[in-house]
């Protein structure tokens, strides 16, 4: 019986070890030849066109005002918060886009491993950084990968780019600065540069070079990881995406549904959303139906109102928990630790280059150029100016795989050893 009653004991310890669901984790690092290049994000540190956006400037003031009333510069100018908000709600994406740099206004040349890239870029809209454009984005045409060449010689692998940041045409604001704003991501993830973004300033020569990570975790009932993506995560990627086919691609994001959520408890209470750092249209109710929101007034009480129901959610992790119960972690996390360095530019060889290139009428460009480039070159050169280069510091990827510590083979052999069979 004493020995029966400590068979028995163990026995259920086996069972109950097994449906504990132990894990361990294993860490590989793997060289991977054929490694998909990184989707590379660029935008302007200033988003918006001081030349064309005053004509939907005035166009506001007048929608907003009798047409006898007079106004100033400065006045115009402190209308763009309102009038971006405005564009945004009535669903003018058209009119939103135009106001907003091109990739064809500052970008000089672009190759990756001597293959022109420069018309793969794939454009999106943010509220804060205006038109942002994705190399390499999982729906494009090709997805790179860090085996692919082109025909001619590649002194430095990787992406190179050249800019011309036309400062003149800068928008005065003390919410933006002077460069561009860039940030490395998985092929399908969601950019979100103002909290990821690399900030480079013009007149000078830069270098990311980046190592790859993965983390992969086990689904319920090891973790309550997940990789569902819900509709309104599906929503988010086709307003942010001007072109429809680029946001068939969607990846769950933890934190964009943490966004999201907060999204929906200001909508609850203030009948509005205030999608900052992206644009949203549409969040779900506390019954789990998705629904279209309008973005808040800025002339009315709704912003102080998001502000308090912002401050009231994070403050308060029982109401954090009800809304956002669906927001589990996310099972496969992609990293990119990136080291970022920089040289003077241009240098001697790129002010020759492109004086040859730009004043002889040989290079086909719409880059955003001031009328007098060529009498005062050197000047507009050094001001505006700016080099960048992005390249795989190593091939091998590290790999952290969570893995199952026990199977149910492992649990009916320890039974089999207790009882003897």
């Not at 102080?304 to 959610?313: D, H, M, N, T």
């Not at 492109?354 to 000047?379: C, H, I, K």
Request: charged share 15%; net charge negative; with cysteine.
């Amino acid at each position: 019986m004493v020995a029966s009653g400590i068979m028995l004991y163990f026995v259920i310890s086996a069972i109950l070890q097994y449906f504990a669901y132990p894990t361990q984790t294993k860490v590989e690092i793997r060289l991977d030849r054929h490694m998909a290049f990184p989707a590379v994000t660029i935008c302007s540190g200033n988003a918006y066109r001081y030349d064309t956006i005053n004509a939907s400037l005035i166009s506001y003031f007048y929608r907003l005002m009798s047409p006898n009333t007079t106004f100033n510069q400065t006045i115009l100018n402190s209308l763009l918060i309102p009038l971006i908000t405005d564009l945004f709600s009535r669903n003018q994406t058209k009119e939103l886009v135009s106001i907003g740099f091109q990739l064809s206004d500052f970008l000089l040349e672009c190759t990756y491993n001597g293959i022109n890239c420069s018309n793969v870029f794939t454009p999106s809209i943010s509220p804060t950084m205006g038109n942002c454009f994705t190399f390499n984005w999982k729906s494009s045409e090709k997805v790179f990968t860090v085996s692919d060449y082109g025909d001619t010689i590649v002194v430095q692998e990787g992406l190179l780019m050249s800019f011309y940041l036309p400062q003149e045409l800068f928008f005065p604001s003390r919410w933006f600065d002077i460069g561009l704003v860039v940030t490395l991501h998985d092929n399908d993830e969601l950019p979100v540069p103002t909290e990821t973004g690399l900030y480079l300033q013009p007149g000078a020569s830069h270098l990311i070079t980046y190592q790859k990570s993965q983390r992969t975790f086990l689904p319920a009932p090891y973790t309550n990881c997940t990789s569902y993506v819900s509709d309104d995560l599906r929503a988010l990627y086709a307003s942010t995406f001007i072109d429809p086919t680029a946001s068939t691609e969607v990846a769950y994001s933890e934190s964009l549904c943490l966004e999201l959520c907060q999204q929906s408890y200001i909508f609850s209470q203030c009948s509005c959303i205030f999608p900052i750092p992206f644009y949203a249209r549409k969040v779900f109710t506390i019954d789990g139906i998705l629904v279209s929101a309008d973005f808040c007034n800025t002339f009315t009480d709704q912003p102080a109102c998001v502000f308090r129901a912002k401050q009231q959610l994070s403050a308060d992790d029982n109401l954090l928990a009800k809304w956002c119960s669906r927001c589990a972690s996310q099972c496969n996390h992609i990293d990119f630790q990136t080291n970022l360095g920089a040289q003077g530019a241009p240098s001697q060889g790129d002010r020759e280059y492109w004086n040859e290139m730009l004043l002889s009428g040989q290079y086909n460009t719409s880059v955003l150029f001031p009328s007098d480039f060529a009498q005062r070159f050197d000047y507009y050169l050094d001001r505006n100016y700016l080099k960048l280069a992005v390249s795989c510091g190593s091939k091998y990827t590290i790999e952290y795989n969570q893995e199952a510590k026990l199977s149910i083979i492992d649990t009916f052999s320890a039974i089999g050893g207790q009882t003897g069979l």
